[in-house]
């Protein structure tokens, strides 16, 4: 399972887009990208999954560069109850019984 | 559809004891795993398993253990509890064998061990 990077933190204010972004320089070709979403003593919630190009769901867009070294979570018009951690993980397909959890990037949304 | 079910919730345990938990899965998902949250090492694998059996594990002493009903039902058993089992546990369901799928979680059964 390829091995990510993304910031410890990030501040941000309500009605800002917010964009995390996250490395994952050995991504294998099976591999797809996935960002989960988990508030204290809660379980992560899936936000959004892509393999190439841009993905776009009702809470965020996805946006994966043709090398797919890296790719960028947007949220858009964060509001406070997007305070949160963020996890970008990379794994194969089939992998979903197997995550592999980076510390995450937490996102404080400020009024 | 009802998501992942865990029970109890909340549990407070001794030193050397043994404890429980219980994951219900999403109808039709066949995978369960789980996870240990704590502060200090984050979110880490725990065990999978699939059809009853265990089909991946992490880095866990084998005081952790687990299984899966043929309802794929799960449970995972701590013997032996030490201080440091303190933690949130999480049990996710999913189906494993497409890649474009994601995995659920439930809310985490929290274990206090005094």
């Known amino acids: 399972l390829a091995k990510t990077t993304q910031p410890i933190s990030m501040d941000s204010y309500e009605g800002q887009e917010v964009n995390i972004t996250c490395s994952h320089n050995?991504?294998?070709?099976?591999?797809?990208i996935t960002w989960y979403q988990q508030f204290p003593s809660q379980g992560p919630r899936f936000i959004i999954q892509?393999?190439?190009t841009k993905v776009t769901n009702e809470v965020a867009s996805l946006f994966i560069p043709a090398d797919r070294k890296s790719s960028t979570l947007s949220l858009p018009r964060v509001s406070l109850s997007d305070t949160a951690v963020y996890y970008c993980?990379?794994?194969?397909?089939?992998?979903?019984?197997?995550?592999?959890f980076g510390k995450g990037t937490k996102l404080s949304v400020k009024p | 559809k009802a998501g992942v079910t865990q029970t109890p919730r909340y549990l407070i345990k001794t030193r050397g004891q043994q404890v429980t938990l219980s994951c219900s899965p999403i109808?039709?998902?066949?995978?369960v795993s789980w996870y240990q949250q704590t502060p200090g090492q984050g979110l880490q694998f725990l065990f999978e398993?699939?059809?009853?059996?265990?089909?991946n594990k992490g880095n866990f002493p084998g005081r952790f253990s687990g299984r899966q009903f043929s309802n794929s039902r799960s449970e995972m058993n701590v013997s032996t509890l030490e201080l440091g089992d303190s933690a949130l546990y999480l049990c996710?369901?999913?189906?494993?064998?497409?890649?474009?799928?994601?995995?659920?979680f439930g809310q985490g059964t929290r274990l206090t061990v005094v």
């Open positions: 996710a369901s999913s189906l494993p064998d497409r890649g474009d799928t994601e995995a659920f």
């Open positions: 050995n991504i294998a070709t099976n591999d797809y």
């Open positions: 892509g393999y190439k």
């Open positions: 993980l990379v794994g194969e397909g089939g992998s979903q019984g197997n995550l592999i």
């Open positions: 109808s039709g998902h066949r995978s």
């Open positions: 398993y699939f059809s009853e059996t265990q089909r």
